[in-house]
Structures are given as structure tokens and as C-alpha cells.
């Protein structure tokens, strides 16, 4: 008889089981990905995101005053301009006033049509930029900002570059009825499909 306390004997497995090896390996690789690899939450692509801070609204701001400067119906799209001096909180007031009318089907008492005879209505797609210097407020200027950040400026001429109109947005609200998920989105500052945003950028709805 062997003195060893496990002698090998025929017919037993040696050392230790194939499963509890595997299953060790996969729990290894779970502590790697969860422990080393960033999470895609954290990830932030460039320019896809903008700040997601809160944006100050004070209830008691008196509306701003607005003037259409521009309609460019081959983009459906209309420029605004408001007062230098409007604050944030008024813009953002604004861009809910709208989503109101909206709502309501009042908005062609504020603002032009963009889709005239639209079985959706008369503003069934439409870009509605507010700037404050009306030079940024001219048909050239939204018809940049409306191809976004990476239409070929070989093929569209820019007069004035996309990044420096962008700068120049201080409200955005797009309107897309197709899309029945999110027809409304609404923004302090611009962002294009592309994710590509304004420093001032901030989501209102």
C-alpha cells in the first residue's frame, strides 16, 4: 500500500475539474472588461454630447420679443432674431412657447410655414434657428448650419464657416412630425444630426 494520502488510481480524474477551470476563466474575463475596460456610459464620443447640466430658468422672465428674418422653405426652415440682451431662460421660454402653439395648432400665427398643404400640417418638418446678429440670420447662413458640420464644402460654398455660425445659434427647435418618437427637440445653442454641438450647447427638450 502507498503511504501518500490520494494515491492515483485508475479510472479518476487527476487535478482539478475542466468546468471549474472554464468557469474561473469567464469570471477572470468578467473582472477585466467590468474592472478595466471604461463603460460604454462613461464613453463620450467628440462632439456628440453636449453639457447635460439643468438650464436656469427664471419663471418671472418676461417673454422675449422676436422677428422672422428669413424663411428658406427648401431647407423648411425659418431664422429668428431676439435682442442682444435676451437672457437663456427667455430663449428657452421661447422654444417652449412654440411646442405650445405647436401643440395647439396656432403655431402659423407666430411663425411662416415651412410645409404649406402638408397633410401633417404647415409645419410638418421644420428648423427654427434664433440668433441675435441678423447677419447669421440670412438664407446663406441657415442653409449651412441645416447640411451640418459635414457636407462638402467643395460642394456647398460656406461664406461663413459651420463652426462659426453654429456659435452664433442661441436657440434651436426642430420639428419633424414623420418622426413620431421625438417630432419635437428643442436646444440652447445648436447641434447638427451628427452630434457636433455648439460650446453653449444645452438640450430643453
Avoid at 13 to 36: K, T
Avoid at 178 to 204: C, M, Q
Wanted: zero cysteines.
Amino acid at each position: 500500500m502507498s503511504d501518500e494520502p490520494h494515491p492515483y488510481e485508475e479510472g479518476k480524474r487527476a487535478g482539478v475539474h475542466p468546468l471549474i477551470v472554464i468557469l474561473g476563466i469567464l469570471l477572470g474575463l468578467w473582472l477585466f472588461v467590468f474592472l478595466i475596460v471604461p463603460s460604454s456610459k462613461n464613453k463620450q464620443a467628440t462632439g456628440t454630447e453636449g453639457p447635460t447640466g439643468p438650464v436656469i430658468e427664471d419663471p418671472e422672465a418676461a417673454p422675449v420679443l422676436f422677428k422672422v428674418q428669413a424663411t428658406v422653405l427648401d431647407m423648411n426652415a425659418i431664422s429668428l432674431t431676439v435682442p442682444p440682451e435676451a437672457t437663456e431662460s427667455q430663449v428657452a421660454g421661447l422654444l417652449k412657447l412654440f411646442k405650445k402653439d405647436r401643440l395647439s395648432g396656432t403655431l402659423t400665427d407666430l411663425l411662416p410655414a415651412t410645409t404649406a398643404g402638408h397633410k401633417l400640417g404647415d409645419h410638418a418638418v421644420a428648423d427654427i434657428f434664433i440668433v441675435s446678429d441678423a447677419q447669421y440670420a440670412q438664407p446663406d447662413v441657415i442653409r449651412i448650419l441645416t447640411r451640418g458640420a459635414h457636407a462638402p464644402g467643395n460642394l456647398y460654398p460656406q461664406a461663413i464657416p459651420f463652426e462659426v455660425a453654429m456659435e452664433a445659434i442661441r436657440g434651436h427647435y426642430r420639428i419633424d412630425l414623420n418622426d413620431t418618437g421625438n417630432p419635437d427637440s428643442a436646444s440652447l445653442g445648436f447641434a447638427d444630426e451628427s452630434g457636433v454641438h455648439s460650446k453653449h450647447y444645452r438640450k430643453i427638450f
